[in-house]
């Protein structure tokens, strides 16, 4: 339904939306054809200075992190034996990529059912027929299945065909859990609550009469005004009415005013998953954390990055509920990333193995530090900083597009034209995610040939 102006509000602004529950905002839907309609668009420059951020997450190191945890949970059981493996949210499938990397490396390949999904069928097929998977055999080594967390049960294969989810031995969530439901509350009193509601201004006039995501370049001339209002419990929606214990518990431990996520969507998915897994589950999930967003303040409940939409979670609700469930779980921070490792009784024997392979890894804060830095130099006088820099990369990092662009990068201020260009073809021939960039790149260093 097309967007009209209500009135003008200021000499400035125009209402793009009156007031309207955080949650049931046109954010949301706009967030949702985006990736739905743009795939791997979403995480690429060509349409947007701010683009879906997904270096650090899709990472190499990050990838095989986690495969040691999954080579750990191998151990005692039958080599005849597979674990499945999905992974929600693939975005690029670059994350896929170097996670097969690196059990193909660790040894277990053959041993797990590597199940790839997302909810944009698209991305999926950009995936496949991109050849971001080329060194591995699709239906052997992995599976792409197309799926909405909140309905686990209706997931597909590409072609159509029902595709069942059971007998999970591991989930991976990266980026996913900010694109679920949530709804700010706070509690006013023992028994009273209120909720966060938006409205939405523009400066732009133009803004206030979208019909097609395609009209919105993004969301930077958007203003946000906020107020709360009674949240009358007999009104709720039914998934935003299962959970309400875990939300009643946590307040019980928070003073009175105080606000916090109600990631009710989140809460669902966990509900159905946990009846997906198998005794010795494990549910991995690693996104914005909560309060340490980029350009966040105390009170932000989500951030936006083009025309995407991402909430900011809640950790110590979702750590609760898991909790109320008999999990054990182990948690870390790295800048503006929250990671968190959700494992039933049975890996109690080998907790403390676990807690030493996941709080081990410290590349993550030194990828995100060579990505910030290295882009920014430019002048040949700094080619021995460039080296040191890729030097450090590489000894965690040699097999990514990531890797391959910055050794392009670097033969580039070396003059090596012909060497650049081909580390950046290698590197496009991975990623075309980052298609437009590297395309920018490879023209670029061809006028130098």
Same mark, same amino acid.
């Given at each position: 339904?097309?967007?009209?102006i209500?009135n ?20 949301d ?10 795939? #791997?668009d979403?995480f ?13 997450i ?14 750990e ?20 499938g ?29 991305? #999926? ?17 992995y ?15 590409l ?8 007998? #999970?031995?591991?989930?991976? !969530?990266?980026y996913?859990?900010?694109q ?5 509350? +706070? ?8 909720k966060?509601? =938006? ?7 133009? &803004?206030?009469?979208?019909? &097609? ?9 958007f203003?946000?005004e ?5 949240w009358?419990l007999?009104s ?8 309400? &214990?875990t ?7 928070e ?7 109600? !990631? ?39 951030s936006?990055?083009?025309?995407? +939409? ?29 990671? #968190? ?7 109690k024997?080998?907790? +403390?193995?676990?807690?030493d ?12 530090? =060579?990505?910030?830095?290295?882009p ?16 450090r ?7 990514s ?21 081909e ?27």
């Amino acid at each position: 339904m097309p967007m009209t102006i209500m009135n003008k509000i200021t000499k400035d602004l125009y209402i793009v939306e009156d007031w309207t529950d955080f949650d049931n905002s046109f954010l949301d839907r706009i967030s949702f054809e985006n990736f739905l309609e743009k795939g #791997l668009d979403v995480f690429s420059k060509k349409d947007s200075t701010h683009i879906v951020p997904h270096l650090t997450i899709t990472s190499y190191p990050h990838a095989k992190n986690i495969a040691k945890i999954v080579k750990e949970n191998l151990k005692g059981l039958s080599p005849n034996h597979k674990l499945r493996i999905l992974e929600a949210g693939a975005g690029t499938g670059i994350f896929s990529r170097n996670f097969l990397i690196a059990a193909q490396e660790l040894g277990f390949l053959e041993q797990i059912e590597y199940i790839i999904t997302d909810i944009s069928e698209l991305s #999926l097929r950009q995936i496949k027929d991109r050849g971001t998977l080329a060194d591995f055999i699709e239906n052997e080594h992995y599976k792409l299945v197309v799926l909405n967390l909140l309905d686990l049960d209706a997931a597909q294969d590409l072609h159509s065909e029902a595709f069942q989810l059971q007998n #999970l031995d591991l989930v991976i !969530c990266n980026y996913v859990i900010d694109q679920l439901p949530m709804l700010p509350i +706070k509690k006013v009193s023992d028994n009273s609550f209120e909720k966060l509601q =938006i409205r939405i201004l523009s400066s732009d006039v133009r &803004n206030a009469n979208i019909t &097609n995501i395609k009209e919105l370049k993004d969301m930077s001339s958007f203003v946000f005004e906020k107020r709360w209002i009674p949240w009358e419990l007999d009104s709720l929606s039914e998934i935003q009415s299962q959970h309400l &214990n875990t939300l009643n518990e946590l307040f019980r431990k928070e003073p009175l005013g105080s606000e916090i996520r109600y !990631c009710y969507g989140a809460l669902a998915v966990f509900a159905n998953l946990n009846s997906k897994l198998t005794d010795n589950g494990i549910i991995y999930i690693s996104d914005i954390a909560s309060g340490l967003a980029e350009s966040s303040k105390k009170d932000d409940h989500f951030s936006f990055y083009g025309k995407t +939409k991402a909430n900011m979670i809640q950790e110590s609700l979702m750590i609760l509920y898991f909790k109320m469930l008999g999990y054990s779980f182990l948690e870390k921070r790295e800048s503006t990333l929250a990671r #968190l490792l959700f494992f039933k009784d049975k890996h109690k024997s080998s907790e +403390k193995v676990l807690k030493d392979l996941f709080l081990s890894i410290n590349d993550l804060e030194t990828i995100k530090q =060579i990505t910030n830095l290295f882009p920014k130099i430019t002048d040949s006088s700094l080619v021995q900083v460039a080296k040191a820099l890729l030097d450090r990369l590489l000894e965690i990092d040699n097999v990514s597009a990531t890797s391959l662009t910055f050794q392009g990068s670097y033969h580039f201020l070396l003059k090596d034209y012909q060497k650049a260009l081909e580390f950046y073809k290698k590197a496009l021939e991975i990623d075309f995610s980052s298609q437009w960039q590297l395309e920018f790149k490879i023209n670029g260093t061809e006028a130098f040939i």
